[in-house]
């Protein structure tokens, strides 16, 4: 099972800040890598898949990076209803795995 | 425009079986890439349980697997999750998901809490 670790655990920024989340897999994955946001109450959404493509209707201020076990997610300038938690997940091997999930805050 | 609906009982007791149905609208079933459900316990995060291709295939997360089935009803729409033998560690909002157009979870239902008590 290919293991997801995220960090940092919580990012705490202004609007405004840029935001850069980290996700390391244990082997490789390729670019076989999304990120998702997920709000509370809320059901995750699809930001980025293939490491770097943005799912539609996605803002341009969102952009991924990374390749093989490192991977980047970058919110160039902080919006309010950026505030989120932020997981990663691999579709390189079965099982399926999600990291555990940076917390972006206010500051 | 793809919509997922979860479906089934809010309580379960210790040792009963969980089951779920997930309705999908706006796309047929039998298309895509495939589908799967997705829990959250309270205040944790996310865990895969198992997707199912239009064929049928599966695959299930290794912790869950000798608990968990999941099946399609392409003549409904609809994909289920059956999770045998529950413990108040089960309990959780459980997702369905849907990836039609890539190998990603690009379409999601809004979630249902199940929580496992007597």
């Known amino acids: 099972e290919i293991v997801l670790t995220q960090s940092p655990a919580t990012l705490s920024l202004s609007p405004g800040e840029r935001a850069t989340l980290s996700c390391r897999a244990s082997?490789?994955?390729?670019?076989?890598l999304a990120w998702y946001q997920q709000k509370p109450g809320q059901a995750p959404r699809l930001l980025i898949y293939?490491?770097?493509k943005r799912a539609t209707g996605i803002p341009a201020r969102f952009s991924g990076s990374g390749s093989g076990t490192d991977f980047t997610l970058t919110i160039s300038s902080l919006e309010p209803e950026d505030f989120a938690v932020y997981y990663c997940?691999?579709?390189?091997?079965?099982?399926?795995?999600f990291g555990q999930g940076t917390k972006v805050e206010i500051k | 425009q793809v919509q997922l609906q979860e479906s089934g009982p809010g309580l379960v007791k210790p040792s009963e079986t969980l089951s779920l149905t997930c309705t999908v609208s706006?796309?047929?079933?039998?298309?895509?890439?495939?589908w799967g459900w997705i829990r959250q316990p309270p205040g944790k995060g996310l865990e895969w349980i198992g997707s199912?291709?239009?064929?049928?295939?599966?695959y299930y997360n290794p912790s869950l697997k000798s608990r968990v089935t999941i099946s399609v009803d392409t003549s409904k729409n609809q994909f289920s999750l059956k999770l045998t033998s529950v413990t108040a560690a089960d309990t959780a909002v459980y997702y369905c998901?849907?990836?039609?157009?890539?190998?990603?979870?690009?379409?999601w239902g809004q979630g249902t809490l199940v929580t496992v008590s007597s």
């Open positions: 706006g796309y047929s079933i039998s298309s895509g890439y495939y």
């Open positions: 997940q691999q579709r390189s091997n079965w099982p399926r795995t």
């Open positions: 293939d490491a770097s």
């Open positions: 082997q490789s994955v390729s670019s076989y």
């Open positions: 998901a849907g990836a039609p157009n890539s190998y990603y979870f690009d379409y």
């Open positions: 199912i291709y239009p064929s049928g295939s599966t």
